[in-house]
T-cell receptor, first 110, second 115 residues
Framework: DTAVSQTPKYLVTQMGNDKSIKCEQNLGHDTMYWYKQDSKKFLKIMFSYNNKELIINETVPNRFSPKSPDKAHLNLHINSLELGDSAVYFC?????????FGAGTRLSVL | AQTVTQSQPEMSVQEAETVTLSCTYDTSESNYYLFWYKQPPSRQMILVIRQEAYKQQNATENRFSVNFQKAAKSFSLKISDSQLGDTAMYFCAFVAREYGNKLVFGAGTILRVKS
């Protein structure tokens, strides 16, 4: 009965590959987010969707493409992975200004 | 631009004692929310406490309380009776509707509770 679940928890891949991270929330929230946490633990917004509509796109390279098939899901697809994409990616959903986070996906690009 | 500053990269406290983590922020908005999130080594982001800017009363959650000084744009977190399980990275964060409700985070403070 996890509220915000991300898969996979760990992802190790080679440079140049394409990969996806999936996120699902069962809280009935309308808004979902992707955040990136870099190696210095700094957290920054990447995207936000409200009811399947893109609300925030925070100057992220277009190799990153979010997709929201319905308001309970927000997936992140990354093309042509680069070494600098190595980070922890968090999905979150919100209701009334409180954001609930998934457990994070640690992406390692070799 | 909205910014959040945490000036203490690391802090330590003895078990059962009290510690205060500092946070300042900068915004021109009048309606916003402030949060403290905890990230233990498991990397899960856990909401500790939140404060609505329009409320003058400081929020409290069990051993956790805040000192919200709106004019000074300061939002410190006090942890009383520190426990070993409080060891974590603590992030101060800000959200305002006018900016799409995105969370803007500080750089974090590593708190170590010693036995």
């Amino acid at each position: 009965d996890t509220a915000v679940s991300q898969t996979p928890k760990y992802l190790v891949t080679q440079m140049g590959n394409d990969k996806s991270i999936k996120c699902e929330q069962n809280l009935g929230h309308d808004t979902m987010y992707w955040y990136k946490q870099d190696s210095k633990k700094f957290l920054k917004i990447m995207f936000s969707y409200n009811n399947k509509e893109l609300i925030i796109n925070e100057t992220v390279p277009n190799r990153f493409s979010p997709k929201s098939p319905d308001k309970a899901h927000l997936n992140l697809h990354i093309n042509s992975l680069e070494l600098g994409d190595s980070a922890v990616y968090f999905c979150a959903s919100s209701l009334k200004n409180i954001q609930y986070f998934g457990a994070g996906t640690r992406l390692s690009v070799l | 631009a909205q910014t959040v500053t945490q000036s203490q990269p690391e802090m330590s406290v003895q078990e059962a004692e009290t510690v205060t983590l500092s946070c300042t922020y900068d915004t021109s908005e009048s309606n916003y929310y402030l949060f403290w999130y905890k990230q233990p080594p498991s990397r899960q982001m856990i909401l500790v406490i939140r404060q609505e800017a329009y409320k003058q009363q400081n929020a409290t959650e069990n051993r956790f309380s805040v000192n919200f000084q709106k004019a000074a744009k300061s939002f410190s977190l006090k942890i009383s009776d520190s426990q070993l399980g409080d060891t974590a990275m603590y992030f101060c964060a800000f959200v305002a509707r006018e900016y799409g409700n995105k969370l803007v985070f500080g750089a974090g403070t590593i708190l170590r509770v010693k036995s």
